[in-house]
């Protein structure tokens, strides 16, 4: 098995997603023990090779040979394409590498709300920068999946859901960015973004969490009342993690309250009245 060695993957290490990938990298020998560093650890030698900003927003790999630093995509596939040939050569495909390119941005630019921090507690911050286009990306993106997966599960309760057309669960799924932005801005007009992004995350999970009832009855239907409750369950689970990432944010608690309160009013429109 072939390791990449002389090389170090800087790395945020107050990112879930970043330290889960850089540890698979390092189980599974594609890099050695110390084929990575936090960027809070970095000396002086390191942050004179790097660009810093840029480090910020992707994760930069050095040679320690010959100093020289790749970033983001070009990182990833210099560590993956040194076992994998195959998937580098594909991955260089220009279509798909322009594609691959857009989705790391995607994903970089949005990794503090797709998987929320603690606050650092180190002096340096690998913090990436705010990009309001990505943002908006990812909360159109998280607001169409949810749609999608609500009206196919809907679809499986019709004796509780009246019949609904798709556009009944994007309304529904679309509105509560407007309606959340309104109650903050009671307060605020700072973070707007940041939080809806983390809003939308909690939806996004959610769905996520539907999905494999969605697979199961396709084969076997678990019945209207298992699917209820687990409904119930999981947005039990979706009002847990609000009230967890609105108080990392330290924003105002009543949030999780209109949040609450914007799926309920959406009960009547939903349920079949007989």
């Known amino acids: 098995m072939k390791t990449l060695t002389n090389h170090t993957l800087i790395y945020d290490s107050d990112c879930p997603l970043c330290v889960g990938y850089t540890d698979l990298f390092i189980k599974n020998n594609m890099l ?18 790097l660009d810093i900003k840029r480090a910020q927003d992707e994760i930069a790999l050095i040679n320690k040979k010959s ?20 998937i580098e050569t594909l991955a260089r495909i220009p279509i798909l590498f322009f594609l691959l390119k857009k989705l790391y941005k995607f994903i970089s630019y949005n990794r503090k709300v797709i998987v929320p921090t603690q606050k650092s507690t180190t002096a340096i911050e690998c913090t990436p920068s705010f990009s309001i286009r990505y943002r908006w990306y990812f909360i159109l993106f998280s607001v169409l999946i949810s749609t999608l997966v609500l009206h196919q ?5 019709p004796s509780i859901i009246s019949s609904t057309g798709l556009e009944k669960a994007l309304i529904m799924c679309a509105l509560q960015v407007p309606f959340q932005a309104l109650m903050l801005r009671l307060t ?21 969490l539907l999905l494999p009832i969605l697979l199961a009855s396709q084969f076997i239907f678990p019945g209207e009342a298992f699917l209820i409750a687990y409904f119930i369950l999981v947005f039990g689970f979706m009002v847990l993690f609000h009230i967890k990432r609105v108080a990392n944010l ?25």
Request: hydrophobic fraction near 50%; charge should be neutral; aromatic fraction near 14%.
């Open 250 to 274: 330290e924003l105002p608690p009543y949030l999780t309250l209109s949040w609450i309160v914007y799926r309920l009013l959406w009960i009547p429109i939903l349920i079949q009245f007989i």
């Open 67 to 86: 100093g020289v630093v790749t970033y983001g995509l070009e990182s990833m596939l210099l560590v993956i394409g040194n076992r994998y040939k195959w």
């Open 153 to 157: 599960y809907f679809l499986l309760i």
């Open 32 to 49: 050695d023990n110390q084929g990575r560093k936090a960027f809070a650890q970095i000396n002086e030698e390191e942050s004179t090779l």
């Open 188 to 208: 605020t007009r700072n973070y707007i973004l940041t939080y809806l992004g983390n809003m939308i995350a909690i939806s996004l999970i959610g769905s996520l």
